[in-house]
Nanobody, 122 residues
Framework: VQLQASGGGMVQPGGSLRLSCAAS????????MGWYRQAPGKQRELVAR???????NYADSVKGRFTISRDRAKNTVYLQMNSLKPEDSADYYC?????????????????WGQGTQVTVSS
């Protein structure tokens, strides 16, 4: 199973970006998917998460500005980021709790995509 993130970049304060993360491989089902971020010198933190029933939770710092959504048919999670602030600058990582299969078994594991950099600066 692989997670491929995209959509990062540089934007001015107040601008918007949309991150995408597509899961691929021998996927049986995907439960929760989410986005985390890590700024230089800081710990990785949860930004937003969406459950299997589409329930969502957000970090207080992004509530009202960011929206997480998912396309189950495409095994993809999105993060729409509006009203971006310099303090949103970080490497953003997608995460998914995946049940996968092989020829002989089914198992569940936590997967991470590669980081995509978001820089908010004037």
């Amino acid at each position: 199973v692989q997670l491929q993130a995209s959509g990062g970049g540089m934007v001015q304060p107040g601008g918007s970006l949309r991150l995408s993360c597509a899961a691929s491989g021998s996927i049986f089902k995907i439960d929760a998917m989410g986005w985390y971020r890590q700024a230089p010198g800081k710990q990785r933190e949860l930004v937003a998460r969406i459950g299997s029933g589409s329930s969502t939770n957000y970090a207080d710092s992004v509530k009202g500005r960011f929206t997480i959504s998912r396309d189950r048919a495409k095994n993809t999670v999105y993060l729409q980021m509006n009203s971006l602030k310099p303090e949103d600058s970080a490497d953003y990582y997608c995460n998914a709790y995946v049940t996968y299969y092989s020829t002989t078994y089914i198992a569940t594991d936590d997967y991470w995509g590669q980081g995509t950099q978001v820089t908010v600066s004037s």
